[in-house]
C-alpha cells in the first residue's frame, strides 16, 4: 500500500500562505487533500486524478491550488489568502484505482484508502 507523508503546516495570520506537501512511496492515479477542524467531520478540499483534473470544494475555490508531480510522487496544495476557518488538520490521500471514486467536486473520505497522518495548518485572525 501507498505510504504518505505530509510537511508544510504551520502557524500564519489572516491572509497568509503555506504550501502543503505530500511524499508518496510510489505515484497513483488519484489523490487528494482533506481536513479537520476539532468537533467537524472531515472534508474534501480538493482533489487530482491522472490526467491532472482538479477539483475544489467551494470554499477553497480561487485560493487553493492543487499540483502533483509525479516525477517526483509528491502532491502539493498551495494556500493563499488563509482565512481562521481554514484551519484544521490537513491530510494528504492516495487511491491507486484505475478510476477515481470521487464524482465532481464531491470529495468524500471513503474515496480514498490510503492516508497520511497530517500537518496542522493554524489561521489567526
Known amino acids: 500500500q501507498v505510504q504518505l507523508v505530509e510537511s508544510g503546516g504551520g502557524s500564519v495570520q489572516t491572509g497568509g500562505s503555506l504550501r502543503l506537501s505530500c511524499a508518496a512511496s510510489?505515484?497513483?492515479?488519484?489523490m487528494g487533500w482533506f481536513r479537520q477542524a476539532p468537533g467537524k467531520e472531515r472534508e474534501g478540499v480538493a482533489a487530482?486524478?491522472?490526467?491532472?483534473?482538479?477539483v475544489y470544494t467551494n470554499s477553497v475555490q480561487g485560493r487553493f491550488t492543487l499540483s502533483k508531480d509525479n516525477a517526483k510522487k509528491s502532491l502539493y496544495l498551495q494556500m493563499n489568502s488563509l482565512k481562521p476557518e481554514d484551519t484544521a488538520m490537513y491530510y494528504c490521500?492516495?487511491?491507486?484505482?484505475?478510476?477515481?471514486?470521487?464524482?465532481?467536486?464531491?470529495?468524500?473520505?471513503?474515496?480514498?484508502?490510503?492516508w497520511g497522518q497530517g500537518t496542522q495548518v493554524t489561521v489567526s485572525s
Open positions: 487530482i486524478d491522472s490526467d491532472g483534473t482538479t
Open positions: 510510489y505515484s497513483t492515479n488519484c
Open positions: 490521500a492516495a487511491d491507486d484505482s484505475e478510476v477515481c471514486k470521487y464524482y465532481s467536486d464531491y470529495i468524500t473520505p471513503t474515496d480514498f484508502p490510503f
